[in-house]
């Protein structure tokens, strides 16, 4: 069974600095693509950042040059470093799997993914 469990969020002052972590488990496929989403409280679900199994990365617009998105194959880990805090960054964010490399020729679409975790807090306040 696959598992995705998320953290490292947390409250912090804008322009501070927070890395989300996401741990996953039970699946043994090579080519995969994970992606961060985030929803904020009366807003729709947002794609923030997504990486495919070759590296390759997208980014909302939203938090490009703030925001980073990397993976630790090996020990199937998924970050976002997120700097440069702003208050319109405070949302649940939430990681995702799917099978595949779909973020460069799909985009941010949450439909793409079936696999989530429980999510993780984020909160920026000035």
């Known amino acids: 069974q696959v598992r995705l469990v998320e953290s490292g969020g947390g409250s912090v002052q804008v322009g501070g600095s927070l890395r989300l972590s996401c741990a996953a488990s039970?699946?043994?496929?090579?080519?995969?693509?994970m992606a961060w989403f985030r929803r904020a409280p009366g807003k729709e679900r947002e794609g923030v950042a997504g990486?495919?199994?070759?590296?390759?990365?997208r980014y909302a617009d939203s938090v490009k040059g703030r925001f980073t998105i990397s993976r630790d194959k090996s020990n199937d880990i998924l970050y976002l470093q997120m700097n440069t805090l702003k208050p319109e960054d405070t949302a649940m964010y939430y990681c995702a799997l799917a099978f595949g490399d779909l973020i460069v020729p799909y985009g941010l679409n949450p439909d793409l993914f079936g696999l989530w975790g429980q999510g993780t807090q984020v909160n920026v306040s000035s």
């Open positions: 039970g699946y043994n496929y090579k080519t995969t693509c």
């Open positions: 990486i495919d199994s070759d590296g390759s990365t």
